[in-house]
């Protein structure tokens, strides 16, 4: 794991707060976070601050409480109706094992993402900014993790990237999909 992708703070420190519902590209390749130079879209889910690449973001939206599933995944909070297309909802904080860090409330934003030919929303406390490609160097995760990964459970952090004095964890959304298959996902301790 030489070679991680770098990132840096966008000289505009683009702000998505909470509830927005702005438009943030679109791509097949959910796996861009594996090529260098990758945007990002960070976000906070309870107590945990995170990034994605912004190429598998199609939107963000307001929460709203989707239809329950009997018998879904832990971690899945259920389906909305969007434009027509029945979307999973997928509960950041716990797939993250995060705690409340907004007091047990309602997450505040679905970041609807798109993951090859699939499209998925995560349930988040907030959409935070932009974070373009620039001089920053994303770390990979401990070795305890990078150890726990090699199994059938895929690790959901797929690396870890400084922003000031902040250290995001670099979700791998492909792993988001185990959620959903019925896999567990596992998060740095």
């Not at 199994?151 to 492909?174: K, T």
């Amino acid at each position: 794991m030489d070679t991680m992708p770098t990132y840096a703070r966008s000289a505009a420190g683009s702000t998505l707060g909470s509830g927005a519902d702005a438009g943030a590209g679109h791509a097949g390749d959910a796996m861009a976070a594996d090529a260098a130079g990758v945007a990002l879209l960070s976000l906070r889910a309870g107590d945990d601050c995170c990034a994605l690449p912004l190429a598998c973001v199609q939107e963000i939206r307001a929460f709203e409480q989707p239809t329950r599933l009997a018998h879904a995944a832990g971690c899945v909070l259920g389906v909305v109706n969007l434009r027509g297309a029945i979307v999973p909802i997928v509960d950041a904080r716990a797939c993250l094992g995060s705690g409340s860090g907004s007091g047990g409330a309602a997450p505040a934003v679905v970041i609807v993402l798109t993951i090859g030919r699939r499209t998925i929303g995560l349930a988040a406390d907030a959409a935070d900014e932009i974070l373009e490609p620039g001089a920053t160097r994303a770390q990979p995760p401990p070795a305890r993790e990078q150890a726990a990964a090699g199994g059938a459970v895929p690790a959901l952090v797929q690396g870890l990237v400084p922003v000031g004095e902040r250290l995001l964890q670099l979700l791998d959304p492909a792993a988001l999909l185990a959620a959903l298959d019925g896999g567990q996902v596992r998060a740095l301790p």
